[in-house]
């Protein structure tokens, strides 16, 4: 599939840029950049359990992330799921996030979308999506 079949289908290209990059860390498909190349921004500026950030990091995701390929509350998209799921450091989804994805699950790059804050406050909500049951 090519961005311009995407693009025929109706999918809203934020939506499933995003959902590619993340979908990828779920196949051990590694980042698009070169390993060992640090990311700006790779440690939390801030508690990822900060309620105040795990809200403004729902508020995105559900804008660009969860109407085609992640489903509401990181659940029921074509992506993998989020709730419930433990087996994401939260280093890996900043650096999946930012750097991107390529091969069978591609996805660009958003460092240059977002901000790493806006980054983290994807990152604070998908771990607390993690320690919600499924």
């Known amino acids: 599939m090519n961005f311009s079949d995407l693009g025929r289908r109706g999918m809203p290209l934020a939506a499933g840029l995003f959902a590619l990059v993340l979908a990828g860390s779920a196949f051990g498909v590694g980042p698009a950049a070169?390993?060992?190349?640090?990311?700006?921004?790779?440690?939390?500026?801030?508690?990822?359990?900060?309620?105040?950030?795990?809200?403004?990091?729902?508020?995105?995701?559900?804008?660009?992330?969860?109407?085609?390929?992640?489903?509401?509350?990181?659940?029921?998209?074509?992506?993998?799921?989020?709730?419930?799921?433990?087996?994401?450091?939260?280093?890996?989804?900043?650096?999946?996030?930012?750097?991107?994805?390529?091969?069978?699950?591609?996805?660009?790059?958003?460092g240059e979308a977002f901000s790493p804050e806006q980054i983290w406050e994807l990152v604070a909500y998908l771990q607390y999506l993690g320690r919600q049951g499924e």
């Open 34 to 110: 070169t390993a060992g190349q640090a990311t700006p921004g790779a440690q939390p500026p801030f508690d990822l359990a900060d309620p105040a950030r795990i809200e403004t990091g729902r508020k995105r995701f559900n804008k660009t992330c969860a109407g085609y390929c992640h489903g509401a509350e990181g659940v029921g998209g074509r992506a993998p799921d989020f709730k419930g799921r433990t087996d994401l450091p939260p280093e890996m989804a900043f650096e999946t996030i930012s750097k991107g994805r390529v091969g069978a699950d591609v996805m660009p790059p958003w």
